[in-house]
T-cell receptor
Framework: DAGITQSPRYKITETGRQVTLMCHQT?????MFWYRQDLGHGLRLIYY???????DKGEVPDGYVVSRSKTENFPLTLESATRSQTSVYFC???????????????FGPGTRLTVL | GNSVTQMEGPVTLSEEAFLTINCTYT??????LFWYVQYPGEGLQLLLK?????DKGSNKGFEATYRKETTSFHLEKGSVQVSDSAVYFC???????????FGRGTSLIVHP
């Protein structure tokens, strides 16, 4: 019962480097999301995806790129990391149901990223 | 647009005290409402939810009632424990959309 996993759990990188955060879910959920969590801002949506090969921008997409070639994976790439991208990143997934009352989000454990 | 407003924290209580965390929302149509909890060093996890007006969600002694007339979904617990110390997020999912809106979270600290 792996659920939803993220890797790495902790990452330190330098300004200007490319970094990829991985997210994998075993439920075959259609929807996947990337959030960042910062003090004073709560959770902010970066990108989301409704299915493989379908992605869209959230509230704060600048500086990030996503892809979703397989339903179970949703990697997030910081193309050229900046110090303002130091944050805790959470991946989440939710089910395929079109019934409005069932779409609970399931979150991964998070990746703590520090950009020096 | 959609929005969720939660009371600012931290909320500091003694063990066995009564807890209320206020949550109000703005949404079109008939959203589903959620409370998530985040323990230190972990991701968010669903605590309870309600999908229509007057529904009461409950779990682990926590309760919240979907009040459409006041657009509220306040979280309550009759007797908190130290282990309830966490950050609590109120959220809504609009009807017809799979994208939720989260409040900013309320930190709860329970002292022995």
């Amino acid at each position: 019962d792996a659920g939803i996993t993220q890797s790495p759990r902790y990452k330190i990188t330098e300004t200007g480097r490319q970094v990829t955060l991985m997210c994998h879910q075993t439920w075959s959920h259609s929807y996947m999301f990337w959030y960042r969590q910062d003090l004073g801002h709560g959770l902010r949506l970066i990108y989301y995806s409704a299915a493989a090969d379908i992605t869209d921008k959230g509230e704060v997409p600048d500086g990030y790129v996503v892809s979703r070639s397989k339903t179970e994976n949703f990697p997030l790439t910081l193309e050229s990391a900046t110090r303002s991208q130091t944050s805790v990143y959470f991946c989440a997934s939710s089910g395929t149901s079109s019934r409005r009352e069932t779409d609970t989000q399931y979150f991964g454990p998070g990746t703590r990223l520090t950009v020096l | 647009g959609n929005s969720v407003t939660q009371m600012e924290g931290p909320v500091t209580l003694s063990e066995e005290a009564f807890l209320t965390i206020n949550c109000t929302y703005t949404a079109t149509g008939y959203p589903s409402l959620f409370w998530y909890v985040q323990y230190p060093g972990e991701g968010l996890q669903l605590l309870l939810k309600a999908t229509k007006a007057d529904d009461k969600g409950s779990n682990k002694g926590f309760e919240a009632t979907y009040r459409k007339e006041t657009t509220s979904f306040h979280l309550e617990k009759g007797s908190v424990q130290v282990s309830d110390s966490a950050v609590y997020f109120c959220a809504l999912r609009p009807g017809g959309s799979y994208i939720p809106t989260f409040g900013r979270g309320t930190s709860l600290i329970v002292h022995p």
